[in-house]
């Protein structure tokens, strides 16, 4: 989907459509600076030094779990409850927020999946100058100091990261608008509370106090002082031609953390850039800030349509973690003190072993809301993901189907369109799972209809759909048309239900229907009523195959500053400003949450969406929004969605072709063959575009797409069990190189090659009219095998591999165990009980282990223990399947047809023996030019238990 | 009796013993209880491992039966309809493909057979096709007749209009010496003079349309010169206006407008208080008219001629013709070598679709498709074009339009001119096929 400007332009003045179709980059000029953000502005204005903040040692209490102690601004006096948490798995939580705030502020709910479990803290020693606490576990602690305020996680003598050691800490705290009769009478009524306060807490806290009233001329004056340094933007705030009220006044947040030894960080997504993120000294930093970004341009920071703002650092030592939990606008600036060093200079010191420690910093600024961060200490890769995911949850576990193929366009015009596209599929003997329908398909842009001439009747084209085994996916936008005469828009106005306006009214916008507005989602009954408009009877013309997609959820508002929500727009107690990063996790929320009621809980939700934030992975799949038919935006899907799934959101993937603009014909088969090999598999592209249908380019052209999508297929249940991994681990799916070989320094800012799961390494080409790539293949004491032509490589080597137009570099790790089906046929749901193949692995051990995962592909079943989860394992010219969940029961039809070992040596007989103590002689073939043996039908049940000796 | 005689023929064929998914052409490969050789020789194996759901050959052709190999075909006999071939990943995946239901026979899907109901249907449409083959090409035969005799008429009139255009210069050059007699003469004979110069500029005697079919609103407004109000853009509106309000004129009522127009001119010229120069408007606006009646003519003659309009001008009549069709939203019109444009229904400016450009079917019916292009163009996007496909009817007449890809519009039109001779239907050709 597309920015106002893509689809509205007809309507604009010429002037502004001229202007547009020259060029074909992002508009930055609509889009804040760091500069134009007054609170990133101020708050970056403050340069490290010295920190105003001191520990009030005195004010600390612990009790078993919890510890708190006040932190004084000694410019204001004023006064911060610093909140320190040991979470179980290696987690240290640190909650900053004022002592008193004038009113509350922001805490970020249904994020966290729960109340993180907590665990003991004890003071191992204290004096005047700070406090050391034990993290319990190995001799890992927290050191506090006081004066001024830091905050150092150490190992044994390594500090692992420090807070605030740069003395970046800012906490704006609420205030009183002094220009106004109301400050006036309201801050004499507070001043008066406060002296009654203060005599009733002497008591408590007499060493603060004492030190207050050693010196009140003192504080006088700075306070004084500090209240007169009102700022532009600090009240209100005007872009572009539209102006933030701030009612609420300066409330940024921002603290530093320091990693020493860390050269590499990762994370933060979205940002079209580099996995390794870059330092941001000579630039603005890493925005996070859901917006709806026209023409998207590649490597830099800006914002784009979703945010998760956590951070991962690693180094050859260890990996920990960051989740800063805010979901206002946030910007993070990373420097290090190796950036500006080239190769030769950090060669230079490390041969004068004079080197200083390298050091990555970084510093987080957000606008509204709390301090409240999670350090997930590792150390290795794979715990931070379970440590974040113990906190936020894990990726949903997707319908099988939607591991397929999907082909969407805006807009598949009407059913006759649907028809003929669906039975193209079938002429060219293409597999495909799902066919989208873009805005068009809707009366009038109002969401949950169908246009009654193009798609009069929706049931019959599903049903015909649902015949072939196939599905279909309809969008639903946010936006609501304002219009009396459409039910979703009465019932959701008459409930109250609309975000407001500073003023109090329904919230209007501009959006695809004209004016609209938007649900507050952040609501429970508003999204316990949305998830009921899903039902069957409720969202007339829809069946079991239809699921759904959100977009323009930052939200998308036209006529909005930065193309969305007016800041000062309100939910409820809280503003625009507090909650933005959210509004989309919630919608998509919502609408998974109608997908399985509808179904009586019973069917798992398939929910596509473009925004998101920490813990959008529970919810569906995540796409990179509007990108375009260039060989660079090919190249950049990779490292966005290694850094979504760095992050937790594994289930990702960007337009296949390109949205915007119209590919060549080698771009868009480049284009099929990498995305086939990334988590979301669809093709999507602009209505301005021309048709590009896997078939419109020649005989050849289709082939090789064909071919592709095909090799997808035979993937699937590889595919499906790793997402079942995801989903109970947490690990991505899509991984980058380091994640498996964390000490290789060398695949630490690779971003052209990847992983799926531990056993494939995928290098796509994705260069115009390249004759060949090379890719780094990983590990010492590994072995790789071409999944094409069996060829075994060596690891740890750059092997250049001369490619064609039909090459897609793949290669399965010695070790490992992957199964495929190879009966590819319409869609996946017609794989069901097809064979499985084995494409055993062997590493220089001639050993190799794998998974095998079965369920009914689309329930919730699995979680009643309705699975097959075995273990395979090559040892010993042993080959047996395992069961991995005993208490676990489900039946397939499913059976071994094959078995392909890689780097086997000639047995001279292979013998199955099944559970039943049966044993029978299998034949074989033996390629000894590959060292390929192919054993042929064994034929046991894919659930069953068997051994297979290979003599 | 034909027809049953076939029919039981059929069956008795299906009764002929060979591996499930075989036609019966391969039948002799598959020989029960030899070994089998793939049908590429690759290698040889037992029978028994024919359908035996693993695949052995690189070719499939051991599993015809089955899914199990990924490059093979499935044979249904489709009994009284069409035999066809299908992709083995389709056998017993759920979904009925063949209509004899023999791809499902281990699925649990529940397929009817529909082969009958499917040949009977078939049989009925290709029956009514005939039939509008048969009707259509004789009278594509006449229109081919037609045609020819109006390319003779064209390239007469050709050579007419040439001659006459002589005739009518050399009048002009006396109307020329009318004129500057009267920019002359003195005040007190300017009644006079006027009087004689407008009894000699008899339009009759002049006009270009005595030679000329028709004159239209596009070809009109090519000449900014005659701009009514001229303000610098002629309009689709002020042609029209011209030509008293409709997109063409033929022959007979150009006459009328021919008056029109010199009214017009002749009111708004009323205003100037200078004699003279209203002679000199006159004057300019006929030699104009002039001109440019006879450049039309010229033009559409030659253009006309030189049309491809098919292998025996079967398609000349669609010259100069526009049909018609209204949708729910626009009303497309089709004007065959010329062009296609949308206008929506209830009000708002017309939109080129695209301009003729060239026959563009396959190579074996080129004649099958037409292209329209560099229409009006489109917001960050190429200009409009459209696509034709001509199928056989009685009636000349556009069926269907849709916009498949932005700006690109595709438009279904029948019409006499592209049947062809309707085949000899006594016997339908696949039914041979199989037996």
């Known amino acids: 989907m597309a920015t106002f400007t893509a689809r509205m332009a007809p309507l604009l003045v010429l002037g502004l459509a001229l202007c547009l179709s020259g060029t074909w980059a992002v508009d930055k000029g609509n889009f804040k600076t760091c500069e134009q953000s007054a609170f990133c502005k101020r708050q970056r204005a403050l340069k490290p030094g010295e920190s105003p903040y001191r520990a009030l040692l005195e004010t600390m209490e612990l009790t078993n779990t919890r510890l708190t102690l006040q932190l004084i601004n000694d410019n204001n006096k004023v006064r911060l409850l610093l909140e320190l948490y040991r979470l179980q798995g290696n987690i240290t939580r640190v909650k900053i927020n004022e002592l008193k705030p004038l009113k509350p502020r922001y805490e970020v709910p249904d994020v966290l999946i729960r109340e993180p479990t907590t665990e003991p803290l004890s003071v191992l020693s204290q004096d005047e100058n700070g406090v050391v606490l034990s993290l319990g576990v190995e001799s890992q602690r927290v050191i506090i100091s006081a004066r001024p305020f830091r905050l150092d996680i150490m190992e044994g003598s390594d500090v692992l990261m420090s807070l605030n050691s740069r003395g970046l800490l800012a906490f704006e705290h609420l205030r009183m608008r002094k220009d106004t009769f109301s400050y006036k009478v309201t801050s004499t009524v507070a001043s008066v509370w406060d002296n009654i306060k203060r005599v009733f807490s002497s008591q408590a806290d007499p060493e603060a106090e004492k030190k207050e009233e050693a010196d009140p001329a003192n504080q006088a004056e700075t306070t004084k002082e500090e209240e007169e340094k009102v700022e532009d933007g600090m009240w209100e705030e005007t872009f572009k031609s539209h102006t933030d009220s701030k009612p609420n006044g300066p409330s940024a947040v921002s603290l530093d953390f320091s990693l020493p030894g860390v050269e590499h960080v990762y994370g933060i997504p979205e940002h079209a850039d580099t996995l390794r993120l870059k330092t941001t000294d000579n630039g603005d930093p890493y925005r996070l800030y859901n917006l709806d970004v026209f023409q998207y341009e590649l490597y830099n920071p800006m914002a784009l349509y979703g945010s998760v703002p956590v951070m991962v650092a690693h180094s050859a030592q260890r990996t920990t973690g960051i989740f800063w939990l805010n979901a206002a606008e946030t910007w993070v600036d990373i420097s290090s003190n190796t950036a500006g060093k080239t190769v030769f200079g950090k060669m230079l010191d490390y041969v004068q072993g004079s080197s200083e420690t390298p050091q990555t910093d970084v510093r987080w600024i957000s606008e509204s809301g709390i301090i409240d961060i999670f350090i997930m200490l590792g150390p290795t890769p794979k715990d931070v993901f379970s440590q974040y995911a113990s906190l936020t949850g894990t990726q949903s576990f997707p319908p099988l189907a939607s591991l397929g193929y999907h082909q969407c366009r805006w807009n598949y015009n009407d059913q006759e369109d649907v028809k003929s596209v669906d039975a193209g599929f079938d002429e060219h003997d293409i597999p495909y799972d799902f066919i989208w329908l873009d805005i068009e398909h809707t009366d009038g842009k109002r969401y949950f209809t169908w246009d009654p001439h193009k798609f009069a009747t929706p049931k019959e084209m599903l049903q015909g759909l649902m015949d072939k085994k196939r599905k279909m996916v309809a969008i639903v936008d946010p936006h609501i048309k304002v219009d009396g005469n459409y039910k979703i828009h009465n019932e959701i106005r008459s409930r109250g239900f609309y975000v407001k306006n500073k003023d109090g009214g329904d919230y209007e916008g501009w959006c695809w229907p004209g004016s609209a507005s938007y649900p507050d989602f952040t609501r429970a009954d508003m999204r316990a009523w949305w998830a009921s408009m899903f039902a069957y009877d409720q969202y007339e013309g829809t069946m079991e195959n239809l699921y759904t997609w959100n977009d323009m959820n930052e939200p998308s508002v036209f006529n909005g500053p930065e193309v969305t929500m007016h800041k000062d727009a309100t939910h409820g107690a809280w503003e625009h400003r507090d909650i933005h990063n959210l509004y989309g996790l919630y919608v998509q929320m919502a609408t998974a949450e109608g997908l ?319 559970a039943d103590g049966q044993e029978k002689q299998l034949e074989f073939d033996f390629d000894a030019s590959m060292s390929v043996l192919t054993v042929r039908k064994p034929g046991m049940n894919a659930g069953a238990d068997w051994t297979m000796t290979f003599q | 009796w034909l027809l049953v005689c076939l029919l039981l023929k059929l069956f008795s064929a299906v009764e002929v013993q060979r591996p499930r998914g075989v036609p019966l052409s391969k039948r002799q490969f598959y020989e029960e209880g030899k070994p089998f050789t793939c049908l590429d020789g690759s290698r040889t194996i037992p029978f028994d491992r024919v359908n035996d759901d693993y695949c052995d050959c690189q070719d499939g052709s051991d599993e015809p039966g089955t899914a199990a190999c990924p490059n093979g075909s499935f044979h249904c006999t489709n009994a009284g309809f069409r035999p066809t071939f299908i992709p083995s990943s389709r056998i017993n995946d759920g979904i009925c493909d063949c209509c004899d239901t023999t791809d499902e026979y281990n699925s649990g899907a529940t397929c009817q057979n529909t082969c009958r109901e499917l040949g009977r249907k078939e049989r009925e449409s290709l029956q009514k096709m005939a039939e509008i083959a048969k009707e259509g090409f004789l009278l594509k035969q006449q229109l081919i007749h037609e045609a020819n005799r109006g390319l003779e008429d064209k390239k007469a009139k050709l050579g007419d209009v040439q001659g006459s255009k002589k005739d009518l210069e050399a009048k002009v050059e006396a109307l020329r010496t009318v004129k500057e007699a009267a920019e002359q003469p003195e005040r007190e004979a300017k009644e006079r003079h006027l009087k004689a110069w407008e009894g000699k500029l008899s339009f009759k005697s002049i006009s270009p349309s005595t030679v000329c079919n028709d004159v239209s609103v596009p070809e009109l407004l090519s000449h900014s010169e005659l701009d009514p109000d001229a303000d610098g853009s002629f309009t689709e509106a002020e042609a029209q206006g011209l030509l008293g309000g409709v997109d063409k004129v033929d022959t007979a009522a150009f006459e009328s407008i021919w008056s029109n127009v010199k009214e017009k001119y002749m009111s708004e010229v009323r205003h100037y208080t200078s004699f003279f120069f209203l002679i000199n408007s006159k004057f300019h606006v006929k030699f104009i008219l002039f001109n440019f009646g006879f450049g039309i003519c010229f033009r559409n003659l030659e253009k006309e001629i030189s049309f491809d309009f098919g292998p025996s001008s079967e398609f000349a009549y669609l010259y100069s013709q526009c049909y018609e069709l209204t949708t729910s939203e626009y009303i497309y019109r089709l004007c065959p070598f010329n062009r296609v444009t949308q206008k929506p229904k209830f009000g708002g400016s017309e939109t080129n679709l695209g301009s003729w450009g060239k026959w563009a079917g396959p190579e074996d019916s080129i004649y099958s498709v037409m292209k329209y292009e560099h229409g009006t163009g489109c917001w960050q996007g190429p200009s409009r074009s459209t696509t034709v496909k001509l199928t056989c009817g009685k009636e000349t007449v556009v069926t269907s339009t849709s916009e498949p890809s932005r700006c690109e519009y595709l438009m279904e039109f029948t019409c006499p001119a592209i049947c062809q001779e309707p085949p000899n239907l006594e016997i339908s050709s696949h039914e041979h096929q199989e037996l």
């Open chain 1, 596 to 914: 399985i009621q509808r179904s009586g809980g019973v069917e798992r939700p398939f929910v596509l969406t473009r925004a998101f934030f920490a813990g959008s992975q529970r919810l569906g799949a995540v796409w990179t929004g509007d990108n375009a038919a260039e060989w660079g935006h090919l190249k950049i899907s990779i490292p966005m969605c290694l850094s979504m799934g760095l992050v937790g959101i594994s289930f990702c993937g960007a337009d296949i072709g390109g949205f915007f603009k119209s590919p060549s014909t080698e771009l868009l088969v480049r284009w099929y063959q990498a995305g086939a090999y990334q988590p979301f598999y669809r093709a999507h592209a602009h209505v301005d575009t021309p048709r590009r249908e896997p078939w419109l380019f020649g005989p050849e052209n289709t082939a090789l797409i064909r071919e592709a999508v095909r090799q997808r297929y035979t993937l699937l249940p590889y595919w499906y069990q790793l997402f079942y991994r995801a989903h109970v681990t947490g690990e991505p799916v899509m991984r980058p190189l380091w994640v498996e070989y964390p000490q290789d320094l060398a695949t630490f800012a690779l971003e052209d090659e990847y992983l799926i799961g531990r056993d494939l390494l995928v290098h796509p080409v994705v260069e115009e009219g390249a004759r060949g790539v090379t890719a780094y293949l990983p590990g010492k004491d590994e072995v790789w095998f071409d999944v094409h032509t069996f060829q075994k490589h060596n690891g740890a080597q750059n092997l250049y591999i001369p490619v064609t137009m039909s090459s897609i570099p793949v290669f399965q790790r010695g070790g490992s165990i992957i199964p495929r089906k190879l009966r590819v046929r319409r869609s996946s749901t017609c794989m069901e009980h097809d064979p499985y193949t084995l494409y055993v692995a062997l590493n220089l051990q001639r050993t190799a282990d794998g998974e095998l995962y079965i369920d009914d592909g689309h329930t919730f079943n699995y979680e009643k223990k309705e699975f097959i989860y075995r273990k395979l394992t090559f040892a010993n010219k042993v080959l047996s399947s395992v069961n991995l969940a005993p208490d676990a029961k489900f039946t397939t039809d499913s059976w071994i047809e094959r078995i392909i070992v890689l780097g086997a040596s000639k047995p001279s007989k292979v013998t199955l023996k099944t």
